[in-house]
T-cell receptor
Framework: EDQVTQSPEALRLQEGESSSLNCSYT??????LFWYRQDPGKGPEFLFT???AGEEKEKERLKATLTKKESFLHITAPKPEDSATYLC???????????FGTGTRLLVSP | GAGVSQSPSNKVTEKGKDVELRCDPISGHTALYWYRQSLGQGLEFLIYFQGNSAPDKSGLPSDRFSAERTGGSVSTLTIQRTQQEDSAVYLC??????????FGSGTRLTVV
């Protein structure tokens, strides 16, 4: 069965303090790994899809990377508006559903 | 519309009552998903619709849950004889090519 584990559960950073969030996964065949951002009371907002080991994607202060066993979401010089829960999900080859991790709650203090 | 619209945004119902949750996907999106998010847990897949194909119902937790999608657009998730454990946020997402799903803001269901 697909497994997605995110760490840490919660992370508190000072503004400008770079860090990384981890997503470890177990899947028979990976079709795609997804990163979402979720603000309180809202639905998840799509950030990235990664398809193969070695792939990297960037958007503003965020950079996502992928290996055969895990993905990292690197946050460079974060700002308070980056505070949110970041969700990782995997899609197995031949299946349509996404399997989500429980997320990392990020708080960036000014 | 510009995004995925879900209604109602909040629903409080008595245990044993039936509820209907509605999802209006982005126009032209052929794939539609329902997920459930409980406090402290990850999103749980419920059901998937793709065009005119038979839906993937493998995530529905019991036969009290059902969903339909009319005309390839609007979807309704129905929960019969609601139980307290059904309390959660129910999220709908749509996608044009099964990638980069766009989620709605969800319906917060509270069963009292």
């Amino acid at each position: 069965e697909d497994q997605v584990t995110q760490s840490p559960e919660a992370l508190r950073l000072q503004e400008g303090e770079s860090s990384s969030l981890n997503c470890s996964y177990t899947v028979s065949g990976l079709r795609g790994l997804f990163w979402y951002r979720q603000d309180p009371g809202k639905g998840p907002e799509f950030l990235f899809t990664l398809y193969s080991a070695g792939e990297e994607k960037e958007k503003e202060r965020l950079k996502a990377t992928l290996t055969k066993k895990e993905s990292f979401l690197h946050i460079t010089a974060p700002k308070p508006e980056d505070s949110a829960t970041y969700l990782c999900a995997v899609q197995e080859t031949g299946f349509q559903k996404l399997v989500f991790g429980t997320g990392t709650r990020l708080l960036v203090s000014p | 519309g510009a995004g995925v619209s879900q209604s109602p945004s909040n629903k409080v119902t008595e245990k044993g009552k039936d509820v209907e949750l509605r999802c209006d996907p982005i126009s032209g999106h052929t794939a539609l998903y329902w997920y459930r998010q409980s406090l402290g847990q990850g999103l749980e897949f419920l059901i998937y619709f793709q065009g005119n194909s038979a839906p993937d119902k493998s995530g529905l937790p019991s036969d009290r849950f059902s969903a339909e999608r009319t005309g390839g657009s609007v979807s309704t998730l129905t929960i019969q004889r609601t139980q307290q454990e059904d309390s959660a946020v129910y999220l709908c997402a749509s996608s044009p090519f099964n990638d980069g799903y766009t989620f709605g803001s969800g319906t917060r269901l509270t069963v009292v």
